[in-house]
């Protein structure tokens, strides 16, 4: 990647904004549940913005986390051993996590573009990835989720209702109250819509 200098102007407050948005809070919960999900193996990160980054940007961490909340066999990111060196490598690695966040998912609204990890544009849309990933391994309960479920809020589950034809019959039978009443209304003296001005001299 090319090295960019400072920013300035309207660049610098938009930067300044996002970096605003980065959690420590969460950066601690989404640590411990990265950790187990994926077990030691996975090491901890230096406390702060920059350490989360350096930690998850060759992809491999992100990939092991995905791959845990899927059965044996059925892994769907290729982990290299050993972890990829090469800049475009770790990117590929991190798209691939992506990819398979997207399939396990998570909206294309929550997830995060991969220079927003790489070059540390935007941490905190990585946060909100991660997020949103836990959330839905939490909502699925499928077994593979490991770590305090009160981590993640649920995701809303649809709730089906099954009405009998009955209970139908007799919903068409009722006037609801927002539907008003029509008592005392005419349309006397109204005018059809698109008439012309009558102007008289």
Not at 36 to 63: D, H
Not at 64 to 88: A, R, W
Not at 114 to 141: C, H, P, W, Y
Request: proline share 5%; aromatic share 8%.
């Amino acid at each position: 990647m090319a090295n960019k200098g400072p920013s300035y102007g309207l660049s610098r407050d938009v930067q300044s904004k996002i970096e605003k948005k980065y959690d420590d809070e969460l950066e601690e919960r989404l640590v411990e549940w990265i950790v187990a999900q994926c077990g030691a193996g996975v090491g901890r990160p230096e406390r702060g913005r920059l350490g989360f980054q350096v930690w998850l940007k060759n992809g491999v961490v992100l990939s092991e986390l995905v791959n845990s909340l899927y059965p044996e066999g059925s892994k769907p990111v290729k982990i290299p051993k050993p972890p990829p060196t090469m800049v475009f490598k770790q990117m590929e690695q991190v798209a691939q996590f992506l990819k398979a966040a997207e399939d396990y998912g998570v909206v294309k609204t929550d997830i995060f573009q991969t220079v927003d990890l790489f070059e540390g544009k935007d941490i905190a849309a990585v946060q909100r990835t991660v997020m949103a990933l836990g959330s839905l391994a939490v909502t699925k309960n499928d077994g593979h989720y490991r770590g305090d479920p009160s981590w993640f809020m649920k995701k809303s589950q649809e709730y089906k209702r099954d009405f009998t034809d009955s209970q139908l019959k007799e919903g068409k039978n009722v006037i609801g109250l927002q539907m008003g009443s029509n008592k005392g209304a005419s349309q006397a003296g109204m005018t059809g819509y698109g008439r012309p001005r009558q102007i008289i001299s």
